[in-house]
């Protein structure tokens, strides 16, 4: 008799912005094969519209709200969890109101593991208007204390070709920054500020002194481990709503 297969665990990953195949394979590529376990397989779908580059509090409504009509039927549609591609986690906290399957967010999964391995940490970000997705979110989680500094090598981001061809300047620039924070502002790591940094990860994680975290594989890892244990988040931390008004959130989708 041969080994019991292993039932499939179909994880929505939700893009936070607008976009085509292409874009959405070059997000995708930060899950390589190998670091997916056997069972879980990602799907990543990007939301029908919403905001252009989470550079502003109009973005960021947008995210939110867009993240979170893209989630909303994750449990029904048969996902066993939804990761939440954006460290501005944006929808993160309603879609834990709605859904009863774990969501996880890559900046609140790699803002702990950071804590975890050393006892400052730096968000490096490409440009400083995303400093305020970080500001909202340390702020509700109350980490400030464990944050060494934000900084950014101000830098337009490209949200759908992302560092492709701009290697040889970029991943300088963030090594350069990255330095400064461990010299200047005492940080022990350094967590990417957006997963659609990647690809600096591996040479940036090669070349600095501290642990590099690469938010959207924390993430994913650690929504693997916590469907493996049979784990989600409180429905006491996270009520459902008396009243549930998805039903017209669904009607209002384009």
């Given amino acids: 008799m041969g080994e019991p297969t292993m039932a499939t665990r179909r994880i929505k990953v939700i893009v936070p912005i607008p976009m085509g195949p292409e874009g959405v394979a070059a997000r995708a590529a930060q899950l390589p094969p190998h670091l997916v376990s056997p069972g879980f397989v990602p799907e990543f779908v990007a939301v029908p519209w919403g905001a252009a580059l989470g550079d502003s509090y109009h973005d960021m409504l947008l995210m939110d709200w867009t993240v979170f009509q893209a989630g909303i039927d994750a449990e029904r549609e ?14 993160l906290r309603a879609l834990r109101s709605a859904l009863t399957i774990p969501v996880v967010g890559p900046g609140e999964a790699a803002f702990a593991t950071a804590m975890m391995l050393g006892k400052r940490f730096t968000v490096l970000s490409m440009w400083p208007q995303w400093f305020p997705l970080y500001e ?11 944050v060494a500094s934000l900084r950014s090598i101000e830098t337009r981001p490209d949200l759908t070709e992302l560092l492709a061809g701009k290697e040889d300047v970029v991943f300088a620039r963030l090594k350069a920054e990255a330095e400064a924070a ?6 022990d790591v350094i ?25 959207g594989q924390v993430a994913w890892k650690q929504l693997e481990l916590l469907l493996s244990l049979g784990l989600s988040h409180s ?13 017209s959130i669904r009607r209002a989708l384009p």
Avoid at 78 to 91: E, N, Y
Avoid at 136 to 146: A, F, V
Avoid at 235 to 247: G, L, Q, S
């Fill in 78 to 91: 048969g996902h066993a969890g939804v990761l939440i591609d954006t460290v501005s986690d944006s929808g």
């Fill in 235 to 247: 429905k006491v931390a996270f009520p459902a709503p008396e009243v549930d008004r998805c039903e």
């Fill in 182 to 187: 461990i010299a200047e502002d005492g940080a």
């Fill in 136 to 146: 909202k979110t340390l702020t509700e989680y109350g980490w400030w204390d464990r």
């Fill in 191 to 215: 967590v990417l500020g957006s997963t659609t940094m990647h690809q600096s990860a591996a040479y940036l994680a090669a070349n600095l002194p501290v642990p590099v975290i690469n938010p």
